[in-house]
């Protein structure tokens, strides 16, 4: 059985940065794509990034290009998000999630529904 940790998140203020990252157990890491997400309060689950199984491609909301950046360590079996110049508007539950569905798939990705396992959820709140 898949298990998905998140850990990293926190407060900090706009502007500032935070790393994110998810360990995977169980499973063949390298063969899945894999996904951050997002929740706020009161909206619902809001893609954010996805990196192909081999970090081939990569998928991002528009809101957060330039900004966020997604990477993975196949050997390490992790998947972190970098975020820069945060803004109060990226407060959320992150989670992260994996497409245990398609190996060796190579996207597009760009919704929940393109990923059927998650973590916890890690929460990142920015202050102004």
């Known amino acids: 059985q898949v298990q998905l940790t998140e850990s990293g998140g926190g407060l900090v203020q706009a502007g500032r940065s935070l790393r994110l990252s998810c360990t995977v157990s169980g499973g063949t890491f390298n063969q899945y794509t894999m996904g951050w997400f997002r929740q706020a309060p009161g909206k619902e689950h809001e893609f954010v990034a996805a990196i192909t199984w081999s970090g081939g491609r990569t998928f991002y909301l528009d809101s957060v290009k330039g900004r966020f950046t997604i990477s993975r360590d196949n050997v390490k079996k992790a998947v972190y998000l970098q975020m820069t110049s945060l803004k109060p508007e990226d407060t959320a539950v992150y989670y992260c999630?994996?497409?245990?569905?398609?190996?060796?798939?190579?996207?597009?990705?760009?919704?929940?529904?393109?990923?059927?396992?998650w973590g916890q959820g890690t929460q990142v709140t920015v202050s102004s």
């Open positions: 999630a994996t497409d245990l569905r398609r190996a060796y798939y190579s996207g597009p990705y760009n919704t929940p529904g393109d990923f059927n396992s």
